[in-house]
């Protein structure tokens, strides 16, 4: 068996659920020949953990050399893991042009116009493009697409879907560069890209037009006025007001915030990693409430809450032969600390099947292992042991395809906030997708 060749663009904070499995679990199924980055010390970061593992150093390339390391490397498949999102699709496009296929973060991009340009190179190309949707791939949300491609509760005509970000989780978004929505497309992109993903693929359609009201009212400058915080700083760092905010988070506690952040700003470009949540110059919403038609007729209720005080999801799917719920609390977590990604906690984690005219059956939830509820495991067994990995009716490996779906329910939605007017996905996007 041949080992297939990876290289990896961008190494902040995401790098970690590609290159720590490559340098370990799969250490000898998988060639790991490169890793590029706008900054010199995030690279070196990763190879010094790297070698604490035995693994040895891998080769570093800075962005402008992306294609020499492509030439010289000569990789299979490039792994796409950049932040800003909005920089993923020149990547993406340019490793597809050079004979390479595609692994990416989520989400795919962060605009219809790179949207295009993405299945225009795949169509040109032939080349295969994986959008990493690992929430998928945890095994309750599985569970529940395994329930309705039953038909346990007939044709699905209505979802009602709410999703909590806590104030660990969800305000770390404002800190970064997320906070500026061409970087992310906002949140209703960056995030909810893969909640309407799991929406989509749960009822097997295609999003048609989007209607969505939106609001910042938590993370501004008046609440740090109301929580006595008016003095704060630029970022935490150093912040005056530090010691009574509860947002605080110190940037030189823990040996990856601090490597792969703090010390990486004497390199450029000018990181700063900890910025203040209640800064003016945030242009993300942290309220968002969309509606959703489908092809099919099924209609998405939605709301994205970012400053909850708990993390998790309650869905509940209506068809015509009863109703299923499913509710999910997850653990905390900020990118960069180290803990678990998406965790669940399975004691306050629940699927219950209502059939018409019947009582409530609680359903075991499964539950594994892993980031993002067990999914990140069997995704990167997927992507670096493929030729073992086993069949999967659920078809939950995500291309080209299902990434434009999900990000343009997102860009319809921004849209019609701009707007004030319902958007229709294929007029914005301009063309249908190929199947993957």
Same mark, same amino acid.
């Given at each position: 068996?041949?080992?297939?060749?990876?290289?990896?663009?961008?190494?902040?904070?995401?790098?970690?659920?590609?290159?720590?499995?490559?340098?370990?679990?799969?250490?000898?199924?998988?060639?790991?020949?490169?890793?590029?980055?706008?900054?010199?010390?995030?690279?070196?970061?990763?190879?010094?953990?790297?070698?604490?593992?035995?693994?040895?150093?891998?080769?570093?390339?800075?962005?402008?050399?992306?294609?020499?390391?492509?030439?010289?490397?000569?990789?299979?498949?490039?792994?796409?893991?950049?932040?800003?999102?909005?920089?993923?699709?020149e990547y993406i496009c340019r490793a597809m042009e050079l004979g390479c296929d595609v692994v990416t973060e989520k989400p795919?991009?962060?605009?219809?116009?790179?949207?295009?340009?993405?299945?225009?190179?795949?169509?040109?190309?032939?080349?295969?493009?994986?959008?990493?949707?690992?929430?998928?791939?945890?095994?309750?949300?599985?569970?529940?697409?395994?329930?309705?491609?039953?038909?346990?509760?007939?044709?699905?005509?209505?979802?009602?879907?709410?999703?909590?970000?806590?104030?660990?989780?969800?305000?770390?978004?404002?800190?970064?560069?997320?906070?500026?929505?061409?970087?992310?497309?906002?949140?209703?992109?960056?995030?909810?890209?893969?909640?309407?993903?799991?929406?989509?693929?749960?009822?097997?359609?295609?999003?048609?037009?989007?209607?969505?009201?939106?609001?910042?009212?938590?993370?501004?400058?008046?609440?740090?006025?109301? =929580?006595? @915080?008016?003095?704060?700083? &630029?970022?935490?760092?150093?912040?005056?007001?530090? %010691? *009574? #905010?509860? +947002?605080?988070? $110190?940037?030189?506690?823990?040996?990856?915030? =601090?490597? @792969?952040?703090?010390?990486? &700003?004497?390199?450029?470009?000018?990181?700063?990693? %900890? *910025? #203040?949540? +209640?800064?003016? $110059?945030?242009?993300?919403?942290?309220?968002?409430?969309?509606?959703?038609?489908?092809?099919?007729?099924?209609?998405?209720?939605?709301?994205?809450?970012?400053?909850?005080?708990?993390?998790?999801?309650?869905?509940?799917?209506?068809?015509?032969?009863?109703?299923?719920?499913?509710?999910?609390?997850?653990?905390?977590?900020?990118?960069?600390?180290?803990?678990?990604?998406?965790?669940?906690?399975?004691?306050?984690?629940?699927?219950?099947?209502?059939?018409?005219?019947?009582?409530?059956?609680?359903?075991?939830?499964?539950?594994?292992?892993?980031?993002?509820?067990?999914?990140?495991?069997?995704?990167?067994?997927?992507?670096?042991?493929?030729?073992?990995?086993?069949?999967?009716?659920?078809?939950?490996?995500?291309?080209?395809?299902?990434?434009?779906?999900?990000?343009?329910?997102?860009?319809?939605?921004?849209?019609?906030?701009?707007?004030?007017?319902?958007?229709?996905v294929s007029e914005v996007l301009g063309k249908e997708p190929v199947e993957n």
């Amino acid at each position: 068996m041949s080992m297939k060749r990876f290289v990896q663009v961008g190494m902040g904070g995401r790098a970690g659920m590609f290159c720590d499995p490559m340098t370990d679990k799969y250490k000898d199924t998988v060639d790991f020949v490169g890793i590029c980055d706008l900054n010199q010390g995030r690279m070196d970061y990763w190879n010094r953990e790297f070698k604490k593992k035995g693994y040895g150093e891998v080769p570093t390339y800075l962005a402008e050399d992306f294609d020499r390391m492509i030439a010289e490397k000569k990789p299979d498949t490039v792994i796409v893991t950049t932040g800003p999102d909005a920089t993923h699709s020149e990547y993406i496009c340019r490793a597809m042009e050079l004979g390479c296929d595609v692994v990416t973060e989520k989400p795919m991009t962060t605009d219809e116009v790179s949207c295009r340009e993405i299945l225009e190179t795949v169509e040109k190309t032939g080349r295969d493009l994986q959008v990493t949707f690992n929430y998928r791939y945890a095994l309750p949300r599985s569970q529940v697409k395994r329930i309705l491609m039953e038909g346990a509760i007939g044709e699905i005509l209505s979802v009602d879907f709410k999703w909590m970000l806590d104030t660990r989780h969800g305000a770390d978004y404002f800190r970064r560069w997320h906070r500026y929505r061409d970087n992310s497309g906002s949140l209703l992109v960056h995030k909810s890209t893969h909640h309407f993903d799991l929406v989509n693929w749960w009822l097997d359609d295609i999003p048609e037009n989007v209607f969505c009201h939106a609001s910042r009212k938590f993370y501004t400058p008046q609440q740090a006025v109301e =929580r006595g @915080l008016q003095d704060h700083g &630029e970022r935490c760092l150093g912040c005056p007001v530090k %010691d *009574k #905010c509860q +947002f605080y988070i $110190d940037i030189t506690d823990g040996d990856r915030l =601090r490597e @792969l952040y703090l010390d990486c &700003e004497k390199y450029p470009p000018h990181y700063i990693r %900890d *910025k #203040c949540v +209640f800064a003016d $110059d945030i242009e993300i919403w942290d309220n968002e409430s969309v509606s959703v038609r489908y092809r099919n007729g099924a209609i998405l209720s939605y709301m994205l809450h970012n400053y909850s005080p708990y993390e998790g999801y309650r869905i509940a799917f209506n068809g015509t032969k009863g109703r299923l719920e499913h509710a999910c609390c997850e653990n905390s977590y900020m990118s960069g600390d180290e803990t678990v990604q998406g965790d669940i906690v399975k004691d306050k984690t629940t699927i219950t099947l209502i059939p018409e005219f019947e009582e409530p059956r609680e359903i075991e939830v499964e539950i594994s292992e892993g980031g993002h509820g067990g999914g990140d495991p069997i995704i990167q067994a997927e992507i670096f042991d493929a030729e073992n990995a086993p069949a999967d009716p659920l078809k939950r490996k995500a291309g080209h395809r299902d990434g434009a779906y999900s990000i343009m329910v997102g860009i319809a939605a921004y849209k019609s906030v701009d707007s004030g007017e319902a958007v229709s996905v294929s007029e914005v996007l301009g063309k249908e997708p190929v199947e993957n």
